[in-house]
């Protein structure tokens, strides 16, 4: 099955600062690819998505860039804000859509102010 | 409000002593799932439903049961609890009818300590 591998698993950076999260997966047949933010005491909620037959999405401060030789994908989000904390989650999936997703691990994002 | 609501959220129980945890959503949404988040790990997906009457195994079913009699509702029954199980748990729902834009929605979560 699918293994998605996630990196780093804590990233504190400082106010106005870019972030970058990387995920690595396994199975080359993966063809859709979301990320996840989860605020401490809730659900996770999708934030950005891309597909495999796109190399980067953009959505204000958050991007998505997908390298389908390498089998990696990172999220990028720049000039970060104390209300970008949170836990992001990489996922992918073989089914082209949201359903059975296999996630990364988390990756907890400390902005300071 | 478009949401997916679970019950309960907090739930501490005894080993060994049957559980159920309710999940419904009002989104008219074909696609149910339940994951399981564990530090370290991430979410895993436990078992999912395409539509009512229809659920299938997800990457760790064992020792969980599911059933889908209404579109709205799809329960996770632990039978025999164990320690093991202890976890944050997620119903999420998505609309199968349109795969190309669907998104995930996800549920407040249940924090379950099996002692």
């Known amino acids: 099955g699918e293994n998605v591998e996630q990196h780093p698993s804590t990233l504190s950076v400082q106010e106005g600062d870019s972030a970058v999260i990387k995920c690595t997966y396994s199975d080359s047949a993966s063809n859709y690819f979301p990320w996840y933010k989860q605020e401490l005491g809730k659900g996770p909620q999708l934030i950005i998505d891309?597909?495999?037959?796109?190399g980067e999405k953009k959505d204000q401060r958050i991007a998505v860039t997908l390298n389908k030789t390498a089998k990696h994908f990172s999220l990028h989000i720049t000039e970060t804000q104390p209300e970008d904390s949170a836990v992001y989650f990489c996922?992918?999936?073989?089914?082209?859509?949201?359903?059975?997703?296999?996630f990364g691990s988390g990756t907890q994002l400390t902005v300071l102010p | 409000e478009a949401q997916v609501t679970q019950n309960p959220r907090y739930l501490i129980t005894v080993t060994g002593k049957k559980l159920t945890v309710t999940c419904s959503q009002n989104m008219n949404h074909e696609y149910m799932s339940w994951y399981r988040q564990d530090p370290g790990l991430g979410l895993r997906q436990i078992y999912y439903s395409m539509n009512v009457e229809v659920t299938d195994k997800g990457d760790v079913p064992e020792g969980y049961k599911v059933s889908r009699k209404e579109k709205r509702n799809f329960p996770l029954i632990l039978e025999s609890p164990s320690p093991n199980q202890t976890s944050l748990y997620f119903c999420?729902?998505?609309?199968?009818?349109?795969?190309?834009?669907?998104?995930?929605?996800f549920g407040p979560g249940t924090r379950l300590t099996v002692l």
């Open positions: 999420a729902s998505s609309d199968q009818a349109r795969p190309s834009t669907d998104t995930q929605y």
């Open positions: 996922a992918a999936s073989l089914s082209g859509s949201a359903r059975q997703l296999t």
């Open positions: 891309i597909r495999s037959n796109v």
